[in-house]
């Protein structure tokens, strides 16, 4: 019966690849052949359940069932550890954001898409496709997962009067000496500098990622003083889950995911994207240049835009999903969500500032421009945390 399936689903997108008739991507798989036994992913945590948690959000099993791909799923900690994990060669592809997926396409160690062979793809909404963190010179070098912003969350007996700003953990850090919870990563360099946007528009910021030295040292200034207050840094998402579940932090920057399962343990925590907006993600789905088993990352790829897989999938982090159909099936499972995740809502996206990989040439046509590049911003997050 799965052999049935499958040589149907293939069929499909054979129709669909010779309707398109596009030109395929050099480099690009040409047609899905039959699933090999195995898939090994990269993955944000949270990026592939198997209803161990929750029985009800499970979109690995059926994969696995339909297409004999056994899922191996590795979390990373940060987009750092999630590159050194795809250049490691022991991975088929992975999810990743705008401050990986660029420069793994720079690097060369992912493929093109053919977009073509993705029956799913075609339902993705059109401000999600062919954008700078998933494609490169107008070809598809990934398919979207899933958007959402960084939040700002707090215990509301700890912080009593609702912040609208992210001053809780930069000027009014000292309020909050040693509870203070942030994300343990150099991207993290670019919420400094999206609040000196707003707090000193004299350094004449313009983008978070992209930073000369005097706006790059006004950035490190400000993390120095938040570390100096007792900042507490978090890597994997449930470190933060247990500090703020025990009240060891009142107060930080997070994700949705968490602020779902932490109020869903009943914790006093709310979050919101603050006034001076945010940065977030905006994730993608990869395959390796030289991937083992590319015949099942495709197939994982158009599973994983599928309305039930991405669907679940978005409820179940905490961000907004990637296509209408994805929105309904999402709504079965948590009703408001494409609302509360603000899905078709471009203008508020508008407000967040993608991931993205910081460069020397600043990325753009200036040649008299230079900026701190992701060398220097690993190197000063290294010193600033003493590691």
């Known amino acids: ?62 994969f696995e069932d339909e297409t004999g791909c056994m899922v191996n799923a590795t979390p990373m900690t940060d987009s750092a550890n999630g590159v050194q994990l ?23 160690d992912v493929a093109p898409v053919n977009v073509d062979l993705l029956s799913n793809y075609a339902n993705v909404f059109e401000g999600l496709k ?25 215990n509301t007996e700890a912080v009593t009067t609702a912040p609208t700003s992210w ?8 309020m909050y000496q040693g509870k203070i919870s942030v994300y343990d990563s150099s991207i993290f360099i670019a919420d400094a500098a999206l609040h000196l946007m707003t707090k000193n528009p004299d350094l004449g910021i313009t983008n978070p990622y992209q930073l000369n030295d005097a706006q790059f040292a006004a950035a490190i200034d400000l993390l120095e003083k938040q570390r100096d207050n007792g900042a507490l840094y978090w890597g ?21 995911y968490q602020v779902s399962l932490l109020q869903g343990e009943s914790a006093p925590v709310e979050a919101i994207l603050p006034d001076e907006g945010s ?45 209408q159909a994805a929105c309904e099936y999402a709504e079965t499972l948590s009703p408001g969500h494409c609302e509360q995740t603000h899905a078709t809502d471009e203008a508020y996206y508008d407000k967040i500032w993608y991931w993205t990989t910081p460069q020397a040439d600043c990325a753009d046509d200036d040649a008299a421009t230079t900026c701190k590049d992701q060398d220097d911003w690993v190197a000063a997050w290294t010193t600033l945390r003493g590691s």
């Open 236 to 256: 994997l998402l449930t470190d933060q889950v247990q500090s703020f579940g025990s009240g060891d932090v009142v107060v930080g920057t997070t994700w949705q």
């Open 167 to 174: 001053d809780p953990i930069w000027e009014d850090g000292s």
């Open 86 to 108: 795809l250049q490691s060669g022991q991975y088929d592809g992975g999810s990743f954001s705008g401050d990986a997926t660029v420069r793994l396409m720079a690097a060369g």
């Open 279 to 323: 940065t977030g993600w905006s994730d993608t789905w990869m395959i390796a240049k030289n991937a083992a088993h590319p015949n099942c990352m495709y197939l994982w790829m158009n599973h994983m835009m599928s309305a039930d897989a991405n669907g679940q999938a978005t409820v179940w982090f905490g961000e907004a999903p990637t296509s």
């Open 130 to 154: 062919l954008k700078g963190h998933n494609s490169k010179d107008g070809v598809p070098y990934g398919v979207p997962h899933g958007r959402g912003p960084n939040l700002l969350m707090w």
């Open 1 to 62: 019966m799965r052999t049935l399936r499958i040589t149907a689903l293939m069929a499909a997108v054979a129709i669909v690849a010779a309707a398109c008739g596009a030109s395929v991507p050099s480099g690009a798989l040409t047609a899905i052949g039959d699933p090999e036994d195995a898939l090994n992913l990269i993955i944000w945590d949270g990026y592939a359940e198997r209803g161990a948690i929750d029985p009800a959000y499970d979109w690995v099993t059926g």
